[in-house]
């Protein structure tokens, strides 16, 4: 195992994350295995001792600046527009973007004191694979997110763009995403 992995590492040429990634894949694999009765329990996981190989360090990230963003907004076309900007001006994840609905969304609006109120997202839900998970992560995941105004601008046009629905995902697929 130890040479399989040094191989794939310096063959491919990975950074040590996806060599780890890997690794811990495998090691899941033969502990699945091992419970099953597939591979012998009396003999240790081949993985466990495994130690991931001095490769190349990763690239380090690179956060788009408001330009970027700003420029990638008036390049693509909707609804990837609104989800990019749930992504970049909301902090939202791909499965909490795809497990919104327009419950979630609450626009701009004047409280019974004239005040304006600011939009507001609320993640209640994820989706991942098509199976919708009804808990958010962990408790900040909850969190009411303010919405800033070029995000409710985005928002407030795919809403009307959708047909105004009271009810149902933000972004449907295929399969009307539920």
Do not use: C
């Not at 040479?3 to 699945?32: C, M, T, Y």
């Not at 001095?54 to 420029?71: C, N, P, R, S």
């Not at 939202?92 to 497990?99: A, D, F, Q, T």
């Not at 601008?153 to 697929?173: C, E, V």
């Amino acid at each position: 195992m130890q040479q399989w992995i040094d191989a794939i590492a310096k063959e491919d040429g990975l950074s040590r994350n996806p060599v780890k990634h890997i690794k811990n894949f495998v090691s899941g694999v033969f502990s699945h295995a091992i419970r099953q009765d597939y591979f012998p329990s009396e003999r240790a996981n081949p993985v466990r001792e495994v130690q991931i190989p001095k490769v190349k360090k990763g690239k380090a990230t690179h956060a788009y600046t408001l330009d970027e963003l700003t420029t990638m907004l008036t390049k693509v076309k909707e609804p990837a527009k609104t989800m990019i900007g749930l992504a970049s001006f909301a902090g939202l994840s791909k499965s909490e973007i795809y497990g919104l609905q327009w419950s979630d969304y609450m626009p701009a609006r004047m409280d019974s004191k004239g005040n304006l109120q600011t939009a507001t997202i609320t993640v209640s839900s994820s989706m991942w694979h098509g199976k919708r998970n009804e808990d958010a992560k962990n408790e900040f995941r909850q969190a009411t997110i303010p919405v800033i105004g070029v995000l409710a601008k985005l928002l407030d046009a795919h809403y009307s763009r959708s047909g105004k629905p009271s009810t149902g995902p933000i972004f449907r697929n295929g399969n009307d995403n539920r």
